[in-house]
């Protein structure tokens, strides 16, 4: 049987209650954070996704149940953003390892003499600085592969400001990866 304190918070949060979200947060935060970083190393990854999960309780508690169990809710909701964020890591890291494998014609010696954690580091570390908009885009076309019109969709903006978004994105990284392809370079000739 259901505390009857649960089913008080539910009601009060499915009316749209914020003081049942800080409630919320005040019970679960703890556990929350410990549950996900049993599975995610980094520690802002893990606050991101804390704080994701009860953005979509919130955003979704029109569609809960007055019935339903609070505490299962909010580790499916929790264990569903921790698998995306996962296939989300596995989708960048391939990005970048066909990036980096196609933007030259390396050979296998020169590939191995190269650090690539520290490349990988610099061109997430680039990704990182795109402003917030354009970071989101780029990630949903070029990491996730959807197309223009999808992303413009999904966010409710025109095809021309996500190509324009793009366009801006890559030429930051262009810009800002330049050294990163000079080293490169040199290795080559220099190999």
């Known amino acids: 049987m259901k505390d009857n304190k649960e089913v008080l918070i539910v009601s009060q949060l499915i009316d749209g209650d914020e003081k049942a979200v800080a409630w919320i947060v005040s019970n679960y935060r703890l556990r929350l954070l ?3 970083q049993q599975s995610l190393p980094k520690e802002e990854d893990v606050e991101s996704l ?3 999960v009860f953005l979509i309780i919130w955003n979704k508690r029109k569609t809960l149940k007055q ?4 505490e299962a809710f909010i580790f499916t909701v ?3 953003l921790m698998i995306d964020h996962m296939r989300k890591l596995i989708r960048q890291r391939k990005y970048i ?4 494998a196609s933007s030259q014609d390396i050979d296998d010696s020169t590939v ?3 650090e690539y954690k520290e490349v990988e580091q610099q061109v997430f570390k680039c990704i990182d600085e795109l402003p917030a908009k354009g970071r989101e885009i780029f990630i949903l076309n070029k990491i996730e592969g959807m197309s223009y019109r999808a992303i413009a969709q999904m966010l409710g903006i025109s ?3 996500v190509n324009a978004h793009m366009y801006n994105s890559t030429k930051f990284l262009k810009n800002n990866l330049k050294e990163l392809i000079c080293l490169l370079i040199v290795l080559l000739v220099a190999g």
């Open 34 to 36: 410990n549950f996900i």
């Open 50 to 52: 804390v704080q994701e």
């Open 67 to 70: 019935d339903a169990s609070l």
């Open 78 to 80: 929790a264990r569903n």
């Open 97 to 100: 390892e066909e990036t980096i």
């Open 112 to 114: 191995e003499s190269i």
């Open 159 to 161: 095809e021309h400001t």
